[in-house]
T-cell receptor
Framework: GQQVMQIPQYQHVQEGEDFTTYCNSS?????IQWYKQRPGGHPVFLIQLVKSGEVKKQKRLTFQFGEAKKNSSLHITATQTTDVGTYFC??????????FGQGTRLTINP | DVKVTQSSRYLVKRTGEKVFLECVQDMDHENMFWYRQDPGLGLRLIYFSYDVKMKEKGDIPEGYSVSREKKERFSLILESASTNQTSMYLCAAFSNTEAFFGQGTRLTVV
């Protein structure tokens, strides 16, 4: 079964507040990816992390890959209404199998 | 950009029907995936393929089969549709770093 767990399932924030979603795998991942799905849309790739302990930033978004390569986080600073959507983590189990977390749905009060 | 096209956006089928969901990519990516998306469950992997005529079961293959006769086309088959297969189906093609998704097919089985 699915072995990539993501929390929380839902998060509602006031615009300007920070947001964090966490991803945990029961097995070591070769890499971790993050996707964003806008309401009514399909998942769109944000970033890939490969190295143990890696941290990457995209403007207000900070992505982190754990030292053991079993967990990851996405942090958004000072959310904006354009950040609304569902954020998914995904990891490769083995060479080809790409599995996704359950996603965190972010809603924002303007 | 890679384009992944799914044959139908919306589909309504009767219980017991054989259903074909088609997916075509316009790049030369070897890995292709079929997921279903249900509220609270995220993206669950049904089947994936890493080459022509090669296929691997994902986490929820029961009730489904796939076909990959050509590199660009990956078809999902519901042998005998049931109401619990009502869902959003997403096809993806994977490059070395990211998955490109189709727009999704919302299938309703009545």
């Amino acid at each position: 079964g699915q072995q990539v767990m993501q929390i929380p399932q839902y998060q509602h924030v006031q615009e300007g507040e920070d947001f964090t979603t966490y991803c945990n795998s029961s097995t070591t991942l070769s890499n971790i990816q993050w996707y964003k799905q806008r309401p009514g849309g399909h998942p769109v790739f944000l970033i890939q992390l490969v190295k143990s302990g890696e941290v990457k930033k995209q403007k207000r978004l900070t992505f982190q890959f754990g030292e053991a390569k079993k967990n990851s986080s996405l942090h958004i600073t000072a959310t904006q209404t354009t950040d609304v959507g569902t954020y998914f983590c995904a990891g490769h189990q083995g060479a080809q199998k790409l599995v996704f977390g359950q996603g965190t749905r972010l809603t924002i009060n303007p | 950009d890679v384009k992944v096209t799914q044959s139908s956006r919306y589909l309504v089928k009767r219980t017991g029907e054989k259903v074909f969901l088609e997916c075509v990519q316009d790049m030369d990516h070897e890995n292709m995936f079929w997921y279903r998306q249900d509220p609270g469950l995220g993206l669950r992997l049904i089947y994936f393929s890493y080459d022509v005529k090669m296929k691997e079961k994902g986490d929820i293959p029961e009730g489904y089969s796939v076909s990959r006769e050509k590199k660009e086309r990956f078809s999902l088959i519901l042998e005998s549709a049931s109401t619990n297969q009502t869902s959003m189906y997403l096809c993806a093609a994977f490059s070395n770093t990211e998955a490109f998704f189709g727009q999704g097919t919302r299938l309703t089985v009545v």
